[in-house]
C-alpha cells in the first residue's frame, strides 16, 4: 500500500545553510506519525517542505504517490494538505469566523464551508462563542484553536501540526492533545511535531526522531517510549 | 462671520471625500504590498488628462467617463505590478528599488503628458461648472457636491468589497500574513495583482474628479500626492474610516487655516499637520493597524 504522505531523501535549507540531509518519513492514511527532536533539528523545515514553503534541492515529497514537485504551494491546500503553523500565524486583525471562513479559500473546502464550520464548532465549541472577536485578541489557547480549525476548514486529508503545545499551560495542552485525538478518530491522518514527547508518542502510531537535520530513529510509538536512547537523551530517565 | 464659518466647514467635508479617494489607493497599496506607490501621482495626473481627453475629443461628460477610465487605469495598475513591481524586493529590505522605479515611471509619464498636451493648464468646462446649490444658507458648486458624491458611493463600495466577499477578506489577510494565505490556498501573487489594480484605479478616479475643481498640467499629482501621505499617516492604513477621518482632518485644517495664513500657504498646512503626528503619535492617529 502507498503512503498517503512520503518525504523521499530531502535535502532543503536557507540560502547558504544546508538544514535536512537526507530526510525519509512516511506517514500512512489513518496513522498520527510524530516527528520529534529538539531545537533547530529541522522540523519546521521538514513541514514546510511538505508544504513547499521551500523546495527540496534533492529528493522529493509524494502526495498519494505522486511527486509534488510541481504542484505550487497555494494548490497544495486544494489536493488535502494542511499545515497548522508553528506560532499559529493567524489573521490578528480578522475576527475568528473570517479566519476560519479563509482556511477554506480553496474551491473544493468552499464548497462544503457550513458542512466544515459545523464540524469544527462542535470540536472547539470555545471558538463559536468567539466567533466575531478579533483573532488576535485571543488567548494563547484559543489561538492554537483558531489555527487547528482554520487548517480543518480547508478540509484535508492529512494534518501537519508544528508544535501545537508550545507555550500552552498544562491544562489547555490536555484539551490540545484531546482534541488531535478526537480528530483521529473521526479518520483524520496527522504528523505532529512536537517537543513535548511523552504526550506525543502516548497518541501516536509511528515516530521519527530527527538531529540536525537527519533522521536518527523511527519505529512504533511504544517501541520508541521504552527505547533506552530516547529514554537517556530527551526523557532524562 | 458664522457664514463664513459655516461655508468653509461645508466646503472641507465635500474636499474630505477627494482627499479619502485619493488616498485610499495609495494607502490599500502599501498595507498589502510595502510598496510606496510613487507613482500614485503620476496616475493622479493620468486620470486628470484622460477625463479632459475624452471631453474635449468627445465631448464625454467627465462624470460618465469615469467608468472606462477606472477599467483602463486597473489595467495599468496590473501590467505595471506583473512587469515591475513583482520583481523587486519588497518590505524594509527592498523599499527604495520599488521607490525608485515607481518614482521612474511617474517621471515617465509626467514627460509624456508634457510631449503630448504641452505645459499649459488646462480645465475642463461644462455646461454646470459654474452652477451652484443653496445648502444651510451657503451656495455649493455641483461639482463639489458631485465629487463628494461619487467619493462617497467609491468608498462605500470598497468598503463593502474588503469586508463582505470573499476575494475582500482575502486581501486584507493578505496583508496581514500572506504566508498563512498560501497555505489556506490563496494565490497571494494574484491579490497582489488585483491591489495595485484597485489603488491605481483610486487614484486615476482621484484625477477624473479632481478635473471638476481644479486646472492640472503635467506636473498635477504631486502635492496630491503628499496630501495622501497625510492622509495615510494620519488614518492608517486601509480603514476606509480611519481615511475618512483623517481626509476630513486635512480638509478642515487647510480650509480653516485661510483665516490666520495666506492661502498660497495652505498647502503646506497639511506637511505641517503631518510632521505634528510623525513627532507626537508616530503610529498614526489611528494606530497600526492594517486593513483591520
Ligand atoms: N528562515 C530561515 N533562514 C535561515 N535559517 C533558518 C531559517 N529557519 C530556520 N533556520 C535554521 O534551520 C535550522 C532548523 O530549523 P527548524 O525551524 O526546521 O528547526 P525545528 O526543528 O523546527 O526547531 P524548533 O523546535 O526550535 O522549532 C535551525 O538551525 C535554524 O536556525
Ligand atoms: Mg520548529
Known sequence: MTALLEVRGVDAGYGDVQVLFGVSLQVREGEIVTLLGSNGAGKTTTLRCICGLISPRKGEVLFHGESLAAVAPDHRAGLGIALVPEGRELWPQLTVRENLELGAYHRRARRSLSKNLDRVQALFPRLLERKSQLAGSLSGGEQQMCAIARALMSDPKLLLLDEPSLGLAPIVVDQMFEAVRQLHREGMTLLLVEQNLVAALEIATRGYVVETGRVRLEGEAAALRSDPGIRAAYLGI | MIEHLLDLTVSAFLLAGLYATMAYGLGLIYGVLRVVNLNHGGMIMAGAYAAWWAHDQFGLDPYLSIPIILVLAFLVGVLTYAGLVRRLPRGAAGGVQSLLLLFGVWLILRNAAYLVFSGNDQTVLTSYSTKALPFLGAQISVNRLAVFGVALVTLGALHLFLTRTYVGKAIRAVAQNPESCTLAGVPVQRIYMLTFGLGTALASLAGALATGLYAFNPGFGATELLKSFVVVVLGGLGSVAGTAVAALILA??????????????????????????????PGGLFGQRVLG
Open chain 2, 252 to 281: 478642515l485644517v487647510e480650509n480653516f487655516s485661510i483665516l490666520v495664513i495666506p492661502s498660497y500657504l495652505t498647502s503646506a498646512v497639511g506637511f505641517v499637520l503631518l510632521v505634528l503626528v510623525l513627532v507626537l503619535r
